[in-house]
Structure formats: structure tokens, C-alpha cells
């Protein structure tokens, strides 16, 4: 992942989890309502919206609203949708950038879209929804892989999608994950223990999904059946990633519903184990170097 990208991202979680704080609203699910409140911003759904326009944030000199799509029939999703519009009003700089038409602007959330802003509003939501500290102890009494992200989905009461996102930004596993869309990866995430695998291949946006994979398996079924599908098997990650190493990961695959992408989910435990072995035998050497005594000349 791009250096400069990746501390920003990082710099908008903290700057969301630092505003909970000061609003004592560190406590999930979190209270998105009560954070509007503190500033008079008013929520309400929105019935009917344009196909792919998750939310409005609404501005009338300095008074500000929030409508949300109810087009997608996911709480969680909603949720999301209402912390993004919030990222737009929080995150400074945004109210002079963003494109107000006629005293609205429409916003396209859950990391679909390659504008800066909506990106950015993206990971702010995703650090108000799940602070680092409460989700980190729900990971750590969680298993790996899909039924961690969904136990952080639950307790943040979030879409999955920014669930996986998360859990991959906080897991010590060696996890990642692909959102593709019929057949083709919109986007991937890496933990950092997976990120240690040498001369990986990131997936860039748009190639097809691998062949021998679970996911492909399942792009031969119908629409319908995609949108409902859960699958899970083993995979060599060089399948997914390339490089000259083979590690054994467990595929999990499960589809968005009406969202219309499917979420796969990779995790390596060897990889995990190799990792600690080799920050023990680092560790051992130091030592044993810390103790090896040295004379002057």
C-alpha cells in the first residue's frame, strides 16, 4: 500500500476516534445520532435515491442535514452511510471541496468510488463506527477470518465490508481481503503479518478473480445464487498474490446481497506462526549478543 496513502487513512481513524472521545461517545455500537446532535445536524432516511447514492449531506448556510438511502435494506450499510456524511462535515477541508448542487451534495459510500473525498469520508466512517480500542478487543476474543470480521460487523452494528476493511487494519493474523463485482476485484486489503510475504503482486482494480480459487467457483452461479453464496476451501496464496513462496490459506467467500459484490477472505495461520518464530529466534539472538562479552584492543 502507497506509504503517504496509508498514514492518511490512519490520520482520519484517529482524528474520528479522537472526536468520540471528546464527545464521551466511546462506546459501541456508537451513538451516531447524539454525535449530530452536538453539532445540530439533523438525520433522516431518504425513501428513494438515486441507484448508487448512499446519502445526502444537506447545507443551508450553516445549519447542515443528513439523509440517508434506504435503497440498500442493510442496517449496518446505513450506519456507514450516516458516519460518511459525517466524515464529510468533520474532516477538515471537505465543506470547501466537496460539490454542493442546489445546497446538496450526494455521496456514493462503501469505498466504491475513486474520488478523494468520498474515499477519505470512507475511512473517517470507518474509524467512528470502530475505534481502534473496543474493536481490537473484539478481534482478540474472536476467531480469524470471516467470523471475526462478523463478530466486529455485529458489535459495531456496521456493513461487513467496512468490517473487513478493519479487521485487517487491527488483526495480528495473516489476513486479507478482495471486494470484487461479476468476476473482476474492485479493491484488496492486506494485514500487515500478510503484507510480510516477499514479492507479492498487489491486485489492482479490475482484474479478473484467479482461476482455482473458491471465489471463481462460485461466479458460474446465478445472480441470485451469487448475491446469497458462502463457500469456504484451501488455497495456495501465490493463486492469489504470485510470489515465488507457497503458503497454504483458508478461502472464505460470501456474498453482499443486494450490495451486488462478493467479499473474500484469506488468512495464513503458518505464515502467522513463522512470523513469531522468527521475532523469537531475533529475539534469542539478541540476547545471546547482549551477553557475549566484549574486551578493548
Known amino acids: 500500500m502507497n506509504q503517504v496513502l496509508d498514514y492518511r487513512q490512519k490520520s482520519l481513524v484517529s482524528q474520528a476516534e479522537q472526536l468520540l472521545q471528546d464527545e464521551n461517545l466511546l462506546e459501541l455500537p456508537i451513538d451516531l445520532e447524539a454525535l449530530a446532535q452536538t453539532r445540530g445536524i439533523l438525520i433522516q432516511r431518504m425513501d428513494s435515491a438515486e441507484e448508487g447514492v448512499s446519502g445526502m449531506l444537506l447545507r443551508h448556510g450553516n445549519t447542515f442535514g ?8 442493510n442496517i449496518g450499510f446505513q450506519r456507514f452511510s450516516i458516519a460518511h456524511e459525517l466524515g ?33 469520508a470512507d475511512h473517517f466512517a470507518a474509524g467512528l463506527l470502530m475505534p481502534t480500542t473496543p474493536i481490537r478487543g473484539v478481534i ?9 470480521i462478523e463478530a466486529v460487523q455485529q458489535k459495531a452494528n456496521a456493513s461487513l465490508i467496512a468490517a473487513a476493511i478493519r479487521y485487517v487494519g487491527l488483526t495480528d493474523a495473516a489476513a486479507a481481503i478482495i471486494v470484487s463485482r461479476n468476476g473482476r476485484v474492485d479493491y484488496c486489503f492486506m494485514s500487515e503479518t500478510m503484507e510480510s ?8 482494480k479490475g482484474i479478473l478473480i484467479p482461476s482455482d480459487t473458491v471465489t471463481e467457483s462460485i461466479l458460474d452461479k446465478s445472480e441470485e445464487e451469487q448475491r446469497e453464496a458462502r463457500a469456504e476451501g484451501e488455497v495456495d496464496i501465490t493463486t492469489w498474490f504470485g510470489g515465488r513462496r507457497s503458503v497454504s490459506a ?5 456474498g453482499l446481497g443486494s450490495y451486488e459484490r462478493v467479499l473474500t477472505v484469506l488468512t495464513c495461520p503458518d505464515l502467522v506462526d513463522e512470523v513469531y518464530m522468527d521475532e523469537d529466534e531475533d529475539s534469542d539472538e539478541a540476547l545471546e549478543e ?7 584492543r
Not at 197 to 204: G, P, Q, V
Not at 290 to 296: A, D, G, K, N, V
Open 66 to 73: 443528513i439523509l440517508y438511502s434506504t435503497r440498500i435494506p
Open 88 to 120: 464529510h462535515y468533520f474532516i477538515n477541508g471537505h465543506l470547501d471541496q466537496i460539490p454542493f448542487d442546489g445546497n446538496m451534495h450526494s455521496s456514493r459510500a462503501g469505498f466504491i468510488s475513486s474520488d478523494r473525498y468520498e474515499r477519505e
Open 140 to 148: 482478540d476474543g474472536a476467531s480469524e477470518g470471516l467470523c471475526g
Open 197 to 204: 510475504l516477499k514479492e507479492i503482486t498487489w491486485l489492482r
Open 250 to 254: 483458508w478461502e472464505e467467500v460470501i
Open 290 to 296: 547482549s551477553w557475549t562479552p566484549r574486551f578493548r
